[in-house]
């Protein structure tokens, strides 16, 4: 089976976009948490 | 029955399900098992609250690792056979248990139970949990499998971003005497569990014989990238396998090597210039070398669909090998190339966790890559003795015989370009796997060993 129809995402973008935004979110505050203590680098 | 729901027939894909949704189910996995590394957050209050040593409030953890590295290879093909939403709930069931059980036990005054509870019973979940999304991803991404598999990994270092911070707010917040710290606990255990159920939930294998609109295995045209499948029992009867192990276990070791006394390497090494390094500058040094260690794991192995798997490991040991000597031949002169020299370093220590997946689905196909991966992560627990060892017994020798400074390190960074050097050299013999170790094209009721895991 091959995927040749032109992709069906349309009716899953909500889904596609609630559990990017489920990983993505916890994500970035790890990584805003980061690149705060990683400044520190330059400013000592 | 409910857990049929878990089985691998009720996970396969319907038509139209988009394999961009299979990604998050894997972060959702790896981010939360990634927290192991954020444990040292808990030491200290856990020493203060329960009267332990430093040694004894990093039992847990080391457990954990161990137990990481004993279920990733003795659970391998289990979670080949049982498909990866039985992993992905096997691994929920176990991270979020061990922190409920930590909980109990600090409430309790019994340490034991946390050692139990985060290392032994934790520490499983976080070595099905590593694997499980890895065969998956590879099939649903039989195009960009070093991409799948480095947004995976990259996950599993991104964990401890999240958790570090979250913790030790947590821990502001209930206050870090023993109920503060069993709260703490609990509320881990129920916030993992939700967050992981979104893998075992959203997780689907592709249907039989599924591919990518408009792509041709045919076009792959290179020796290294078989059509075959070894099954994990075979694997490690081959060279190839011993070879990768020796890879990934001198690039691990070399990452290490800088990791495991960062703060300390960059302070010392700068202490007699006139820009020493300050305790919150190699603190930050530190979290910049987790970032790149993070990005490392995406942006290289994505590029190794691009370049080629045995030329991203050219360049991790290669060019690694040279970071070492650039950081040994112009020691203190200049910090900015230490800086930058660690960073490369670092980047490849992710890169090369991250891509080793995919280097495994080209020599031994897809058929029992994630089992194969769990026998392969046994060089990383090799590893992280190894390294430690190695700049420790190393540091403390040379600080026995008066050295200070960069002399504390140099012998260790030289060590590292000889590790890194066997790793090159282990690289450059991988061979395509001889047919006689491959599996039957066409052997019935095969697929119930993971064919469509």
Known sequence: ?44 | MALGFLDRSHTVAPAGWSRWLIPPAALSVHLAIGQAYAWSVFKSPLQESLGLSGTQSALPFQLGIVMLGLSAAFGGTLVERNGPRWAMFVSATCFSSGFLISALGVSLSQFWLVVVGYGLVGGVGLGIGYISPVSTLIKWFPDRPGMATGIAIMGFGGGALIASPWSRQMMDSFGTDTSGIATTFLIHGIVYAVFMSLGVMLIRVPAEGWKPAGWKPAEVNSDLITAADVSARNAIRTPQFWLLWVVLCFNVTAGIGILEKADPMIRAFFEKTSAPVSIAAASGFVALLSLTNMLGRFVWSSASDLVGRKNIYRLYLGVGALMYLIIALTTNSSKLVFILCALVILSFYGGGFATIPAYLKDLFGTYQVGAIHGRLLTAWSAAGVLGPLIVNAIADSQAKAGKSGPDLFSTSLYVMIGLLAAGFLANELVRPVNPKFHEPAAEPGRATAGKDA
Do not use: H, I, S
């Not at chain 1, 596609?16 to 680098?41: C, D, I, R």
């Open chain 1, 1 to 44: 089976m091959t995927d040749e129809r032109p992709a069906p995402t349309g009716n899953r973008k909500p889904l596609l976009v609630a559990v990017w935004a489920w990983v993505g979110l916890p994500f970035a505050y790890g990584v805003y948490e980061l690149v705060q203590t990683a400044t520190k680098l330059f400013g000592g």
